[in-house]
């Protein structure tokens, strides 16, 4: 399902560069988190983590398109968040309490992310100020993105929730299954398809 390289040259000065567009990180504190570092890829529908289980690793999708999300007791899916290029993809609640996960992270397409083991990089962020800026604005970032979301889905009607997936997600309106977007939209794959057909029309 997943295979495992080391970083290419060209790779690593990547990774440099997303660091230091976050917080600048000395020489010596950069090259130990490179050692950390591995490639994985992962074949459309193969699952970073999936629910019960439990994975120490957290990642930085280079290619393709991840997918977080629950499934409850009667076999509903909800979609969280979709990680594209340039986002970081882990299992938070599980890496930060030490527990199984409770959610499922899939790749919709096949994918390719820079991975570490999440425990070994914060024994390495450990009274090193670099790694706790960095992981203090990643926090609000995160954070920001999840109430931008649910303000979406408490205070915009169905149309309009669409309306600012398809500016935020300008590529994946076409590129996924419609019944993910749905579930990520909080409304069902029927009320999506009328307002797309909607949208046509008045197109």
């Known amino acids: 399902m997943r295979g495992i390289s080391t970083l290419s040259g060209e790779e690593i000065s990547a990774v440099r560069n997303i660091i230091n567009g976050i917080c600048p990180v000395p020489d010596g504190q950069f090259a130990a988190f490179i050692e950390l570092l591995s490639k994985k890829r992962f074949a459309k ?8 289980e439990r994975n120490d690793e957290a990642g930085y999708v280079v290619s393709g398109l991840f997918r977080l999300f629950y499934i409850d007791r009667k076999g509903r899916e909800y979609t969280k968040n979709f990680m594209l290029p340039g986002h970081f993809v882990a299992p938070y609640n599980s890496l930060l309490r030490g527990e199984a996960s409770n959610l499922f992270i899939q790749a919709l397409t096949d994918s390719t992310a820079l991975v570490f083991d999440f425990n070994a990089f914060m024994k390495l962020a450990e009274g090193e100020i670099c790694w706790q800026t960095l992981l203090r604005r990643i926090t609000e970032e995160a954070y920001l993105q999840k109430e931008r979301r649910e303000s979406d889905l408490l205070f915009y009607d169905a149309e309009t929730r669409y309306a600012n997936f ?12 419609q019944h993910h977007i ?15 057909r909607r949208l046509d029309i008045s197109q």
């Open 182 to 196: 749905a579930s990520f939209l909080g409304m069902s794959p029927e009320t999506l398809s009328r307002i797309k």
């Open 166 to 177: 398809t500016r935020e997600y300008p590529n994946l309106t076409n590129a996924i299954r």
């Open 45 to 52: 529908h193969a699952y970073f983590i999936k629910m019960g």
